[in-house]
């Protein structure tokens, strides 16, 4: 079965940092794009970062670069996303996405990260 | 940054009627266009792609059409399990980055 799995959201203050973990299975992560999307509460979904099949490119939605660092780990079928100096605005469901010719096929179950002091 | 633009914000259809969602975007798009659904506490769902091919196992009364800047997602004969919140995305731009348009919330009327 093809899945996607999410861990690592939780509740942080604002300035803190997170590390979510995405662990894909049923099928060869190393030949797919992944990213990552966010929902808001109550909100609709924001596209926040793509990373190619070898990680050798990876791109950022404008209001977390230089925050945020996407990685992989094609070894452990895994996707990382490092978000630091985390603000309020990112309070979002987070999830896990394998593209699918930069369609979102397969989803994650989500991880909700909260910000709030 | 490409902007898309969904119509109605809220969508109310009996069951058994056809419903029509509108996606516009700000910039032609061509036919990479996809549409998704979204239930109450579960991810988003790809329904439609290249503005109108169905994903695999989607049923056959979810159409779409459209290309260039006008989208449409067109349910024939609304079934319970319809209700929810549609959402389109474009996939045109490189750097990736893919927008989505607000949403269309289908409520039963």
């Known amino acids: 079965e093809v899945q996607l799995v999410e861990s690592g959201g939780g509740s942080v203050q604002p300035g803190g940092s997170l590390r979510l973990s995405c662990a894909a299975s049923g099928f060869t992560f190393n030949t797919y794009w992944m990213a990552w999307v966010r929902q808001a509460p109550g909100k609709g979904l924001e596209w926040v970062a793509s990373?190619?099949?070898?990680?050798?490119?990876?791109f950022y939605v404008d209001s977390v670069k230089g925050r945020f660092t996407l990685s992989r780990d094609n070894a452990k079928n895994s996707l990382y996303l490092q978000m630091n100096a985390l603000r309020a605005a990112d309070t979002a469901v987070y999830y896990c996405?394998?593209?699918?010719?930069?369609?979102?096929?397969?989803w994650g179950q989500g991880t909700l990260v909260t910000v709030s002091s | 940054e490409i902007v898309l633009t969904q119509s109605p914000a809220t969508l109310s259809v009996s069951p058994g009627e056809r419903a029509t969602l509108s996606c516009r975007a700000s910039q032609s798009v061509s036919t990479n266009l996809a549409w998704y659904q979204q239930k109450p506490g579960q991810a988003p769902r790809l329904l439609i792609s290249?503005?109108?091919t169905r994903a695999a196992g989607v049923p056959a009364r979810f159409s779409g059409s459209g290309s260039g800047t006008e989208f449409t997602l067109t349910i024939s004969s609304l079934q319970s399990e319809d209700f929810a919140v549609y959402y389109c995305?474009?996939?045109?731009?490189?750097?990736?980055?893919?927008?989505f348009g607000q949403g269309t919330k289908l409520e039963i009327k």
């Open positions: 990373i190619k099949q070898d990680g050798g490119e990876r």
């Open positions: 995305q474009q996939y045109k731009n490189w750097p990736p980055m893919y927008t």
């Open positions: 996405v394998r593209e699918d010719h930069a369609t979102y096929v397969v």
């Open positions: 290249g503005a109108s």
